[in-house]
């Protein structure tokens, strides 16, 4: 009888449903949306981890993946389409470009790093980052969400 | 009801824009009026960056223009250092070079067949593009150690030799590649949908292609038989044998046929480059590592070379200083989409993923 019954709170069967279930938001900017296409592609296979929908409106989707350089012309459309998402949702900042600039961080179009117009939960360092990479940051990220070390 | 023209904002983050573009469309009812393209929203300073540092330090912005074709940008660019600097380079390095580009020439071009299914409607092609695609990235990770951004062609040469084991994936790979092309094309070309929403559509003209400036696939697909490595060919493109696939129809539909051709022809030349390998050093030794940082250079070139998107040229200017006075770069992508008002125009809205994704834009490219 044991093996068959499972006593969970309500609370903990949602953060586990919003970890398992992440829909990823189709937004490309730079180089690393490649790598982003590449990790959903044949040979990594990202739906594996739950996350296998790519939705083309922020609206349906919880996962931000911020994939290239965020220019000051881009940065506003960013945060709307952040302000877009429903809650809750996540964002994960893929690449050097996204983190901190990368090796544009000297140009005087370019803002380093996302964090400074959106949240971000993880960091992917490389450039671009290897479709290994983004898939261990979002199993990271689901981990976060499971154990409750979200903001929301 | 009044006859009203109302204006769309398509993009910038659209799944079908190919990256960060934007198209102000003026639609009248279904029938598109007028569309403006609006870009520069990855403008990241490709130029004056790579006017900052050395000759050799330049190559990581090259490499970040069009960054599904990493190598074909290194090429321009490493042509370009090299005939400024008259620097000799060893048979052996200009083959491998040659086939790498050819093989990233495929990559491109996959990514691009994949993404197109995409944007009309088809989810199988992707799959089918990014297998075949990921087998060449192998390649390239074996030869080069990254994916997607080598910073691998070097003045003089290249960084490292071609492995007996990248040897055997790559003829591996050309013994395999055809049959899965024809499958891959097979999908789109025999889908009565595919056929019926590309054939007519976005339609170039031979004088339009030639006002525009449009190079590559695009060019041809227009009916002008015209391909740098033809016409003025660099490396060592004379001495094998490829055709420049040509249609005259100037539709999107044309457009496709010219690259898949064109993915046929890149592997015959890989094919034959196989054979043809000379033994020998890889890379220029008087041109080690160190050295490179304190290169120096007076006067002007500028070399031209195909890249999969169009004639891609590198102008470079030095001022006897080990750092490059201008960098200017003749980026296909800017040209091609500096089409899309007279490409549109008259067609429905339905029409206008196909005919930008028939572009092949690429905005590390374009913006710059």
């Known amino acids: ?152 | 009801m009044e006859d009203k023209v109302i204006e769309v904002n398509f993009g910038p983050q659209h799944p079908s824009t190919h990256g960060v573009l934007r198209i102000k469309v003026k639609l009248d009812g279904e029938i598109i009026v007028d569309a403006q393209p609006v870009i520069g929203y990855l403008h990241r300073n490709a130029e004056k960056l790579a006017e900052m540092g050395g000759y050799p330090k330049g190559m990581i912005y090259i490499d970040r223009l069009d960054y599904v074709a990493a190598l074909n940008m290194e090429l321009g660019y490493v042509l370009a250092v090299e005939s400024l600097m008259d620097v000799q380079v060893p048979e052996r390095a200009q083959w491998i070079r040659m086939m790498m580009v050819e093989l990233n020439r495929e990559a491109s071009h996959l990514i691009w067949l994949g993404t197109h299914g995409l944007d009309m409607g088809m989810l199988t092609p992707f799959f089918y593009c990014f297998r075949e695609r990921e087998r060449i990235l192998r390649i390239f990770d074996e030869i080069t150690g990254s994916r997607l951004l080598y910073n691998y062609f070097a003045i003089g040469g290249v960084y490292s030799d071609i492995t007996p084991k990248a040897m055997d994936m790559i003829r591996e790979w050309t013994e395999d590649f055809i049959p899965k092309l024809e499958e891959i094309q097979s999908i789109l070309g025999k889908s009565y949908i595919y056929v019926s929403r590309t054939k007519g559509v976005g339609v170039l003209t031979r004088e339009d292609v030639l006002s525009y400036g449009v190079t590559g696939p695009m060019q041809r697909a227009s009916g002008i038989n015209r391909d740098v490595r033809k016409d003025s060919p660099y490396l060592y493109y004379d001495k094998i044998n490829f055709d420049v696939p040509t249609r005259t129809e100037g539709d999107v539909y044309a457009r496709f046929l010219v690259r898949i051709e064109e993915m046929r022809q890149s592997a015959r030349i890989v094919r034959q480059i196989l054979d043809k390998l000379p033994a020998g050093d890889h890379y220029n030794k008087k041109y080690s590592k160190p050295m490179l940082v304190r290169l120096k250079a007076t006067g002007e070139a500028y070399v031209p070379t195909e890249s999969p998107k169009g004639e891609f040229g590198i102008h470079l200017i030095g001022d006897g200083s080990s750092i490059p006075y201008r960098v200017r770069i003749r980026s296909p992508s800017f040209a091609n989409l500096s089409s899309i008002p007279t490409m549109l125009k008259g067609y429905k809205i339905a029409d206008l993923t196909a005919a930008v994704s028939s572009i092949d834009p690429v905005f590390g490219e374009v913006d710059r």
């Open chain 1, 1 to 152: 009888m044991s093996d068959s019954i499972l006593v969970t709170s309500l609370e903990e069967a949602l953060k586990w449903g919003t970890g398992k279930s992440l829909w990823p938001f189709t937004f490309g900017l730079a180089c690393c949306a490649i790598e982003m296409m590449s990790a959903m592609g044949s040979d990594y296979d990202w739906a594996r981890f739950g996350s296998d929908i790519f939705r083309d409106s922020p609206r349906h989707s919880d996962l931000m993946i911020v994939s290239g350089t965020v220019t000051k012309k881009m940065a506003p459309r960013i945060r709307r389409l952040y302000d877009q998402m429903a809650f809750p949702k996540f964002v994960i900042s893929m690449g050097a470009c996204a983190s901190a600039g990368g090796p544009y961080v000297r140009g005087y179009s370019v803002v380093d790093g996302v964090d400074q117009v959106v949240p971000v939960d993880v960091y992917v360092y490389g450039c671009p980052p290897r479709p290994e990479a983004l898939i261990q940051a979002l199993k990271m990220l689901q981990d976060r969400i499971v154990s409750g070390r979200v903001r929301h």
